[in-house]
């Protein structure tokens, strides 16, 4: 059944996460079941107008809509298998997040006990939930998504994938090495010049101009990728590429910093170079990895 004002959500796991999209559907006037393993995180909630269940039980009869925000896959199995009984029927939401295989293990577990299984991973920091900006990925039943858009949106923008259940959180991960690439070069870069006494405050706002308008070019280097084809006559291939790391490696080691985060695109390069690829473009560094 379509989303509407009286569909009941259950939220399973009241950590940061967890009490943050409950405070969501709570202000988004939802009646709302909590349940945590520890007791005692639900009074805040509770007094907001919740539910506080004191069994998972309890919780999961309570509503149409389960969402499910522990720590791991396999706490997701400690909480979920001895209720799987009383899942059936009911959309079951895991925003727990679980690895790609994980994930579709617990949509083939979710489908062998006749439970509606949807996916997904949270692109957010708990202040950012029920706020512009904030984002969760989905994928798994399309018909769980359409039905249950309208409380999930109260938490953050959403965005469906497709059927498989692993799709969303392959997003998330793919994402996240973006972000944490991008933050390990910010400290390579801070570290280099705090040698020469510039804090890192004073970079940041450089480091944020250039790495955004060095993520423009993203879409050029995505089209390069899926023709395949990394012939280039620009002056910047692999060899061009090259002597610029090398020279930032030497910098880095000559100013008595750890080069760790720079060290594996150099190793990338140099494998390819030796390979015969030197005059090949940038973008072939994606071969390497797959
Ligand atoms: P958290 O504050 O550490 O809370 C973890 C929750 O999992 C608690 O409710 C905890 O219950 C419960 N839990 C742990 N092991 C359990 C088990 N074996 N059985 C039942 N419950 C168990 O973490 P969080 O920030 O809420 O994150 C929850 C999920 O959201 C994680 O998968 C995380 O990766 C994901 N996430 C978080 C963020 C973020 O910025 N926080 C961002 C994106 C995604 P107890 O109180 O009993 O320990």
């Not at 390819?272 to 473009?281: C, E, L, R, V």
Request: no cysteine.
């Amino acid at each position: 059944m379509a989303d509407s004002k009286n569909t009941t959500v259950t939220v399973l796991g009241l950590g940061a996460m967890g009490q943050a999209l409950a405070t969501a559907f709570v202000k988004g006037d939802r009646p709302t079941t909590v349940w945590n393993r520890t007791p005692g995180k639900d009074a805040d909630l509770v007094a907001a107008g919740a539910t506080g269940a004191a069994t998972v039980r309890e919780a999961v009869l309570a509503s149409e809509v389960i969402v499910a925000v522990l720590l791991d896959h396999a706490s997701v199995h400690q909480t979920l298998d001895p209720v799987a009984a009383e899942l059936t029927d009911r959309r079951l939401i895991n925003l727990t997040t679980t690895s790609p295989e994980e994930s579709r293990e617990l949509a083939a577990w979710a489908a062998g006990h006749g439970i509606d299984y949807l996916d997904g991973g949270i692109m957010a920091v708990p202040p950012m939930i029920g706020q512009p900006g904030a984002s969760i990925l989905y994928s798994g039943s399309q018909q769980v998504f359409e039905d249950s858009r309208e409380i999930l949106e109260l938490a953050a923008a959403a965005d469906y994938f497709g059927a498989d259940a692993g799709l969303a959180s392959t997003y998330d991960f793919a994402l996240l090495t973006n972000m944490y690439a991008m933050f390990g070069g910010f400290f390579q870069g801070a570290a280099l010049l705090s040698k020469s006494g510039v804090s890192a405050s004073d970079f940041a706002p450089r480091a944020v101009a250039w790495v955004t308008a060095m993520a423009q070019l993203i879409p050029a280097y995505a089209g390069v990728i899926d023709a395949g084809t990394y012939t280039t006559d620009v002056l910047q291939d692999l060899d061009f590429h090259k002597s610029a790391i090398d020279a930032i490696v030497r910098a880095n080691r000559d100013a008595a910093v750890s080069p760790e985060f720079i060290a594996p695109i150099k190793n990338l390069l140099d494998r390819q170079i030796a390979d015969g690829n030197g005059k090949a473009a940038f973008e072939r560094t994606i071969e390497e990895l797959r």
